[in-house]
């Protein structure tokens, strides 16, 4: 039989306080409690989705200070004093839906929707970088969220029609 | 009718909540108080369980319960066997907890349920179990060998199922023939890889004794009806629903997976909600998987190109158990044939265990192996006789004057192989102008030029689809206007609450989203057997179909009674229902749905309008008068299919191999579809993007290795690879419509669709590229080293 592990360091907690979706948050944790648990089951913000848990799936996808990072390969504690934008974050207030949220509807870039939140946030990500990606920029840069049901080709037409919709917002704006 | 829905490319209802981040997955679903448990798991593929010893797990703060199958009492017992059949003689299923043996890595052998997941997981560390470990049979040749170690030591030769079926007479033909090649062809296992893996969530309310499982799954009724047996409940006091599903592909339908049973034992125990959640390490090791066969296939054809007979034996590896019996094989088996004039076929295959995970249908079921076999033969044909690759297929298609077609074979549901209708050269001449077929020799005639290797593979294929037994549907307008449908099927991504919304819509004088369906919640209809084998747009959708139709029919009952009218004169449209005529006097659908209830009190806004028409009161006599049916304005409609339908496509592609390291890429994809009347463009299109992208996946990269322990050594997405958007390429569709005789809207099933003829092209495409080496793939699924290593064994063999 194997030695027993000293269980007693697994129910230690920190206390963290991050910023999600506009919201400050201060609360204790487990030091060994993932980011995409503490998003799930302590804030309840179950849009953010597990698929794999090894960082290669992309459904827990969030923006770390404004960057896309995988949830499921943090630690929540390492998320201290962090500003996070999750899915849930992307509507805003009002009914309406994100521009790259309406393209996909538009384009029918979603099939079951489990993949899509970390997916929307990775292009969220994409077109902040690269407003004006080309067909083979939005498929590499999409190569890191795994979708089973659509083929990629509607995410890849919503992208494009996304992109075009933000460039026309902005230059309203300017 | 002002507008018909049927037929337009309608946005899915679905999307704004998905897309907000507000989907409804199982491990989404937070009830107050819940336990979270997890699964010991066998690490050996065969092993006799000397001892198992719980005790510390039991001692650890925050563990509520360590089950061994020792304690599970009156329900350790073998999961049932769904479709029994004559030809298998030694059906296996697996128990909830392994008692005496496991027979594959992953099976389950403890269940812990703690405050939350980490310290449930913490706790199977502490639960010590002896094994002695067993000789292991990892693939077809060690389960098929003489003296082979038995996976069940009860099962002589490891042999599940023997079945032959024979059509028209091939020993003679193949007599006489002219033209002989056998030919020996494998097809590797993938697995389906849902990006929500599996999971259940099961509350007991002890006050109502009623069990509630919210479970990611393809067959909620049968589920519902299964555990009611097992925990002697009455059915209606155990509610079985599937929310949102995150993908299926055919190994969510499955009963019982051990969860599904340990689960809700743990709550009734309890008394408080326990929830499991695969993870994806378990969903490699513990969800189903398919595809392993091995063919030895003999055909014989004419100076013409013409195939005459075919003798295929096969060997079918089921894993360590036979859960959906025989099923996949069959399908084989009936899918061989194709699209051709097959008049002489011997089919034998023999189903045997090994230990690895069990087989059950993943998308495509058995039928790309069918294809693959069959594609290559024809490429085969046309290699020998110098004929073009499609002028073959043409030679051999059934004619569009030839239907119903009858195969000779009994189908997997117990019905004839008939094929409804089709038009096979359609779909073809499509396929060539989409690829621009006839041009392709120059254009790979100068790539040749300059040193690249292109090439283009066709692969036709025909799907049963839409088998029975049944589904169900009700339709009902309550008093403020709102339309419910429901069925028992599930939507695991193929947008049933916009297609079925577009088929009651145009019944009802409605839009889509006036229509709110629910499905795959025992609560809100009863009856029904699941989302599967490409049926459920066609069953389900055609029982919605005839309950709405009933709805349309009372409902002009109802107004023409009110408006003093005949039935026939009365029209539903645009959320009105008038007298033609005289579209100035209407009433609301829920209005119409007031009237429809004898009760003589309704409230709301429609009843007090209502009120203050002057419409016809009550007529003399029963309130409910023979003829008139139930109250309400609602229907409760079932449809059950004569027999399959089938569907047909043919897709092509050209690629390119780079034979310095056998890496495929797609310079274009085509797929010319056939699923009868199309309910939404948009959506079947989606389908067969998805489909086809799995079968690139299941062609060139996705392969499961188990080495000689049963280990599978690539379980992870870092090793198992699925293809990413660079991968895949665009896929340009378009579709043949001949719609089926069989259901009342001439639809055909479509969801497994795009998965089925990709090995088969991609062979086809590799060969053609490769040609002046004079490579034949015989394999699936290939891969880079692989393609690679056979352009190897070629050179250093001529």
């Known amino acids: 039989m194997q030695e027993q592990e000293d269980t007693s360091t697994f129910s230690e907690e920190n206390l963290i306080s991050v910023t999600v979706n506009g919201h400050l948050y201060e609360q204790r944790v487990p030091v060994r409690m993932l980011l995409s648990d503490f998003l799930r089951h302590e804030l309840h913000l179950t849009g953010t989705h597990v698929g794999c848990e090894h960082g290669v799936c992309g459904c827990c996808t969030v923006l770390l200070n404004g960057e896309a990072v995988r949830s499921c390969l943090m630690l929540a504690v390492q998320a201290d004093g962090m500003v996070l934008t999750t899915i849930e974050g992307m509507a805003g207030t009002n009914s309406e839906l994100h521009p790259i949220q309406q393209a996909f509807q538009e384009k029918h870039g979603l099939q079951c929707g489990f993949c899509t939140p970390g997916i929307i946030m990775s292009v969220h990500a994409m077109l902040h970088e690269n407003a004006s990606p080309s067909e083979e920029e939005i498929r590499h840069e999409l190569s890191g969220n795994l979708c089973r049901c659509t083929g990629y080709q509607n995410i890849v037409e919503a992208v494009k029609l996304a992109a075009e919709r933000l460039r026309e917002s902005h230059k309203e704006v300017k | ?798």
């Open chain 2, 1 to 798: 009718m002002a507008t018909r829905w049927f037929g337009a490319p309608v946005q899915r209802s679905e999307d704004p909540r998905l897309l907000r981040g507000k989907g409804n997955f199982v491990d989404d679903i937070d009830l107050p108080g819940t336990l979270h448990a997890a699964v010991l798991r066998s690490p050996h593929a065969r092993a006799r369980i000397v001892n198992i010893d719980p005790g510390p797990a039991r001692e650890l703060p925050g563990v509520h319960l360590v089950i061994t199958a020792t304690d599970l009492g009156g329900v350790l017992e073998p999961s049932p066997l769904l479709i029994p059949h004559p030809a298998l003689t030694e059906p296996r299923t697996q128990l909830p907890l392994a008692l005496n043996e496991v027979h594959y890595v992953g099976e389950a052998v403890a269940f812990v349920v703690a405050d939350d997941r980490y310290i449930a997981e913490d706790a199977l560390e502490l639960i010590d179990v002896e094994y002695e470990p067993l000789p292991v049979i990892h693939n077809l040749a060690i389960a098929s060998a003489n003296n082979a170690p038995l996976v069940h030591a009860d099962v002589p030769g490891n042999i599940a199922a023997h079945f032959v079926q024979t059509v028209g007479d091939p020993d003679t033909v193949f007599a006489n023939a002219p033209h002989i090649i056998h030919e020996t062809m494998s097809i590797e296992r993938g697995a389906a890889m849902p990006m929500e893996c599996r999971g259940i969530l099961a509350r007991w309310e002890a006050h109502e004794g009623m069990l509630t499982c919210w479970i990611s799954t393809q067959g909620p009724i049968p589920i519902r009806n299964g555990l009611a047996a097992i925990f002697h409940l009455p059915e209606h006091k155990v509610r079985v629903v599937a929310p949102d599903v995150g993908g299926g592909f055919g190994t969510k339908i499955m009963m019982f997976y051990p969860e599904e049973i340990l689960t809700p034992f743990a709550a009734i125990r309890l008394g408080k909600p326990v929830k499991w959640i695969e993870d994806r390490r378990e969903n490699f090791i513990s969800s189903n998987q398919e595809r392993g066969q091995l063919h030895k296939v003999e055909y014989a054809f004419d100076d013409q190109g013409v195939l005459v007979a075919v003798r295929d034996k096969f060997l079918h590896d089921t894993g360590a158990y036979t859960p959906y019996g025989i099923i996949v094989p069959i399908i084989t088996a009936c899918s061989l044939p194709g699209p051709y004039r097959l008049k002489h076929y011997y089919s034998e295959f023999t189903v045997l265990y090994t230990n690895k995970v069990p087989v059950s249908p993943y998308r495509g079921a058995g039928r790309p192996h069918a294809v693959f076999i069959m594609e290559r033969i024809m490429d085969r044909i046309a290699k020998e006789l110098k004929i073009d690759r499609c002028e073959v297929r043409s030679r051999n298609f059934i004619q569009p004057d030839e239907f119903p077609w009858d195969v000779g074979l009994v189908y997997q549901d117990g019905g004839p192989t008939k094929y409804d209708s089709g038009n096979y050269q359609a779909g073809l001449d499509k396929l060539k102008a989409m690829l621009d077929y006839d041009n392709f020799p120059k254009l790979q005639g100068e790539a040749r030029q300059h040193g690249r290797s292109l090439g283009i593979g066709i692969g036709c294929y025909v799907e049963g689809t839409s088998i029975g037994p049944y589904e169900g549907a009700n339709v009902r307008v309550e008093s403020d206007g709102r339309v419910f449908a429901a069925t028992g099927v599930t939507s695991q991504g193929q947008s049933h609450a916009t297609t079925f919304a577009q088929i009651v819509a145009d019944q009802l004088g409605l839009s889509p989203g006036d229509i709110l369906l629910t499905e795959g919640d025992s609560q809100a209809f009863n009856w029904g057997v699941g989302s599967f084998a490409s049926r459920a747009a066609t069953v389900a959708g055609s029982a919605l179909h005839l309950a709405a139709v009933k709805v349309r029919a009372k409902a002009k009952q109802v107004a023409a009674d009110l408006f003093e009218a005949a039935p026939e004169d009365i029209e539903l449209a645009d959320g009105r229902v008038f007298v033609k005529d005289a579209p100035h006097r209407f009433l609301t659908l829920g209005q119409v749905a007031i009237s429809a209830n004898p009760l003589r009190y309704a409230y709301g806004e429609n009843a007090r309008q209502l009120m203050s028409m002057k419409l016809a009161g009550p007529r003399p006599g029963p309130a409910l008068p023979p003829g008139r049916g139930a109250p309400g304005l609602e229907a409760t409609e079932f449809y059950s299919p004569s027999h399959a339908s089938f569907a047909s496509g043919v897709h092509g592609a050209i690629i390119e191999v780079d034979p310095k390291t056998g890496m495929v890429s797609f310079v274009k994809y085509a797929a010319v579809h056939d699923c009868g009347r199309v309910i939404n463009p948009m959506v079947v299109e989606g389908q067969v993007h998805g489909g086809v992208a799995q079968g690139i996946g299941g062609a060139f990269f996705e392969r499961l290795v188990y080495n000689e322990d049963g280990q599978i050594v690539n379980a992870s997405f870092m090793d198992y690879l699925l293809p990413t958007s660079a991968e895949i390429p665009s896929i340009t569709v378009d579709h043949v419509e001949t719609p089926s005789p069989l259901s009342p809207l001439g639809m055909k099933g479509a969801g497994e669709a795009g998965v089925i003829p990709v090995p088969a092209l991609f062979a086809s495409a590799i060969d053609d590229a490769l040609s002046p080496y004079g490579l034949r793939v015989l394999e699936m699924p290939l891969y880079p080293c692989r393609v690679y290593e056979l352009l190897k064994e070629i050179q250093s063999s001529s």
